[in-house]
C-alpha cells in the first residue's frame, strides 16, 4: 500500500479541503483552505486501521512540536472499512491514538481524489501560497519533509508571505474513565484482571468485578523508561501475556518494545527493542535487547517461547526468554493472505494472539482473517479470503465474513471466540463443524477478551471497560465431553451415498411449522473436494451425496437442527395464539464429525441421530 517516491509539484494549486463528516479537534469550527495562508501546511491522508498510517501519526509528532509556529498539519482521514465512515468512530480513533492536530472526516473520500492519492497513508507539502510542492506516499518520510520545511519556511520569509503563529487545534477535553480505550486483558493468579489502558499509556490492575481500579502503573505519560510503578513509562501498550515466572510480557507498541511487569514490585524493565522501528535492513534476529522491532501488538507464549503479533511488519516473532533473544518466526513483510510454510507466508497487520496445545490462532486484521500456525510451523486460514474482502456474515468459514478483527480467545471446547472489532461483535469459530456464529453484538469495537469460568469477559475498547458475558454452555465444556461426535472411520462405497438424519420429536411435543420448516441440515466436507454432490444447507433432514472416487479419504461435517413446541393440553383443547398460556419450544441441536474411507462394498447409507440433551449420551452410542 505504501510508493516511497517522493513527487516535487511546483506551482500546483491545491485543491479546496471537503469532507461530509466535518471536522474534529477544532472545537467545532469549520476550516477551509485560506485559514492556513501563511503557514506551511501538512496534508495526512490517513485511516485508522493502518499501522503505517499509524507510524505516520508518531513520525509526526515531532516535527509539529519542532515547527508549532510555522507549520501546521492536518489529517484527512479517507476510510477503507466501512466502520471507518461511521464519524463516531473517527472521532474515537482520533483521541485513541492521541493525534494533536485537526482532523477532516473524508467518509466519500472527495479530498482524496482531488488530491489524486493512491495509497495509505500519503503525506501532501502546502506552501503558504496555497500550492502544493511535494507529495510521499508510505512511511519514513519526515526527515525529507523536514528538510522541505526549513526551506519553504526560509523562502516564504524572505518574500514576507510567512505568518507565524498558533495553529487551530483545539484539544478535547478528557473524559472521567477510569479506563481509556483499553487494548488487552490478562486475567491474574489472584482473580484480578491486568489491563492496557493504551491510551493513557499505562498498566491497570482491576479487581475480580472487572470495574474497581486496585492500582495503576506506568505515569501516564508518553514514555520509554524502565523503573518503579510511578516513574515506568509505556506509549500505547497493547497485549499482554504471563510468563512462566509469573511476571507480564507487555507488547508496548508504539516504543517498538516488549516490556516486563513483576506483579509482586510492580517494577518495569525492557525485555527486547531498542525503541526504534524496525526499517528494511535491520536485524532479524540476535540479542533481544539490541535488535529493533515494529509495533508489536499481542503476545503468547506458545511452544516455550513468547511469540510477538509484529503488526508493523506483517509478520510473527519469538522471543526466547531463555536466550534474550528475539527472530523472525513467519511471514516475508509482504502484505496479504498466504498460507505455506511460515518462511514464505504472507500475513497482513497480525494483531491478536491465543495459544492452545497445538496451534497458535491470530487474528489477520487487515485482511479480516482468522489465522493458525501448527507445530511445524506451517500457516493455515480458518475464516478470510483477502484484504478487501469483509463484513459480518456467519455460516460455513468459506462464506463467513469479519470486519478487522483485533482479538482472540481460545475456548475450552477447541473452538475460538474472535473480537470482531470493526463489526461491534464478539464470534465464534468452531474448527470440527466449520462454522462462523455470531455470540453477542453492541460491543463497541472490543479488541480481545479472557475466559473466567462459563464466562468471557470482552475489552470493550470503544466503551471503555470490561464486559462481562455468558458463553453457550457447549463452549465452556471441555473438549472430550463436547457433544459433537468423534467416530472411528467408517467405510463407505464411492458415489451414491444416503445420509439420514433421525429425528422424532418427543411424545409430549410436536414440530414447530409457525414460521416455515422446522428443521435445517448443513453439509461440508473435508477436503471440499470430497463432495461433488450434497454441499451446503437445506431443510430436509436426509439428502443424497455424491463422494468423488479419487478422493479416497476425508472428512464428513453434519449439522441438524430441529425445533418443537409443547403439544396442546389435555382434552385436545387448542392453546390460544394471543393472550393466556403459550406453548414453549424448544431447539435440538447436533454436530457430527465422520471420517470415511471409500472402498468397493462400503455402506451406501449413513444414519445419524438427533437427539434432545436428556438423549445426548444414548445418542452417541449410535452406529
Not at 399 to 415: C, I, K
Amino acid at each position: 500500500m505504501t510508493d516511497s517516491t517522493p513527487r516535487r509539484r511546483a506551482r500546483v494549486r491545491a485543491p479546496e479541503l471537503v469532507g461530509k463528516g466535518g471536522w474534529i479537534n477544532t472545537g467545532g469550527k469549520e476550516l477551509k483552505l485560506a485559514d492556513f495562508r501563511g503557514r506551511v501546511l501538512i496534508v495526512d491522508f490517513w485511516t485508522f486501521c493502518c499501522i503505517n498510517c499509524l507510524h505516520v501519526l508518531d513520525e509526526l509528532r515531532e516535527l509539529e512540536e519542532r515547527h508549532r509556529d510555522t507549520v501546521v498539519v492536518i489529517g484527512v482521514h479517507s476510510p477503507k472499512f466501512a466502520h471507518e465512515a461511521d464519524h463516531r468512530a473517527v472521532e474515537d480513533a482520533v483521541e485513541r491514538y492521541g493525534v494533536g492536530h485537526p482532523v477532516l472526516d473524508d467518509p466519500e473520500l472527495a479530498t482524496w481524489k482531488q488530491y489524486a492519492v493512491r495509497a495509505w497513508p500519503t503525506l501532501a507539502v502546502i506552501d503558504p501560497e496555497g500550492y502544493v510542492v511535494a507529495q510521499h506516499s508510505g512511511e519514513g518520510h519526515a526527515h525529507a519533509i523536514e528538510r522541505l520545511v526549513g526551506e519553504l519556511v526560509a523562502e516564504h520569509g524572505a518574500k514576507g508571505t510567512l505568518r507565524r503563529g498558533d495553529g487551530p487545534y483545539v484539544p478535547p477535553e478528557p473524559e472521567p474513565t477510569s479506563l481509556r480505550f483499553p487494548g488487552g486483558a490478562l486475567l491474574l493468579p489472584s482473580g484480578n484482571f491486568l489491563v492496557s489502558d493504551t491510551t493513557r499509556h499505562q498498566l491497570v490492575e482491576l479487581a475480580e468485578d472487572a470495574e474497581t481500579v486496585v492500582r495503576r502503573i506506568g505515569s501516564g505519560a508518553r514514555g520509554f523508561g524502565d523503573g518503579g510503578p510511578a516513574a515506568a513509562s509505556f506509549n500505547e501498550p497493547q497485549g499482554l501475556a504471563l510468563l512462566g515466572d509469573g511476571s507480564v510480557v507487555v507488547a508496548d507498541t508504539v516504543n517498538h518494545a516488549l516490556r516486563r511487569l513483576d506483579l509482586a514490585t510492580g517494577a518495569v524493565s525492557t525485555l527486547a527493542g531498542t525503541g526504534k522501528q524496525w526499517r528494511k535492513g535491520s536485524a532479524t534476529s540476535g540479542p533481544a535487547r539490541e535488535v529493533d522491532l515494529s509495533s508489536p501488538w499481542d503476545v503468547a507464549v506458545f511452544d516455550g517461547r513468547v511469540w510477538i503479533a509484529m503488526a508493523g511488519v506483517h509478520q510473527l516473532w519469538t522471543y526466547d526468554p531463555a536466550a534474550r533473544t528475539v527472530a523472525v518466526a513467519a511471514g516475508t513483510t509482504d502484505e496479504g493472505l498466504v498460507d505455506g510454510p511460515a518462511a514464505e507466508a504472507f500475513f497482513a497487520q497480525p494483531s491478536g494472539l491465543a495459544a492452545t496445545a497445538d496451534r497458535l490462532w491470530l487474528a489477520d486484521s487487515e485482511t479480516s482473517a482468522l489465522r493458525w500456525v501448527d507445530r511445524e510451523g506451517y500457516v493455515h486460514t480458518a475464516v478470510g479470503t483477502g484484504l478487501f474482502d469483509f463484513g459480518h456474515r456467519d455460516g460455513q468459514a468459506g462464506q463467513a465474513l469479519l470486519q478487522h478483527p483485533l482479538g482472540v480467545t481460545a475456548l475450552p471446547d477447541g473452538s475460538v471466540a474472535v473480537a470482531d472489532t470493526y463489526n461491534h461483535a464478539l464470534r465464534r469459530y468452531d474448527p470440527d463443524t466449520g462454522e462462523v456464529t455470531t455470540l453477542a453484538t453492541d460491543l463497541r469495537e472490543p479488541s480481545g477478551a479472557v475466559l473466567v469460568g462459563a464466562d468471557i469477559v470482552v475489552v470493550e475498547s470503544a466503551r471503555h471497560r470490561l464486559t462481562r458475558l455468558r458463553l453457550p454452555q457447549e463452549a465452556v465444556r471441555p473438549a472430550s465431553a463436547d457433544r459433537r461426535r468423534r467416530r472411528a472411520t467408517i467405510e463407505v462405497a464411492p458415489g451414491r451415498l444416503r445420509l439420514e438424519v433421525l429425528f422424532r420429536a418427543p411424545a409430549d411435543r410436536k414440530p414447530d411449522t409457525r414460521y416455515g420448516p422446522s428443521t435445517r441440515l448443513l453439509v461440508s466436507s473435508a477436503p471440499p473436494e470430497l463432495l461433488l454432490k450434497g454441499e451446503g444447507a437445506g431443510t430436509e433432514l436426509s439428502r443424497e451425496l455424491e463422494l468423488d472416487p479419487a478422493v479416497t479419504e476425508g472428512v464428513l461435517h453434519v449439522s441438524a437442527t430441529a425445533a418443537s413446541c409443547d403439544d396442546a393440553p389435555a382434552g385436545g383443547a387448542t392453546r390460544p395464539t394471543t393472550g393466556g398460556e403459550h406453548p414453549a419450544c424448544h431447539v435440538h441441536q447436533q454436530e457430527w464429525v465422520v471420517p470415511v474411507r471409500l472402498a468397493e462394498g462400503g455402506a451406501d447409507r449413513l444414519p445419524l441421530v438427533l437427539a434432545g440433551p436428556d438423549e445426548q449420551e444414548a445418542a452417541a452410542q449410535t452406529p
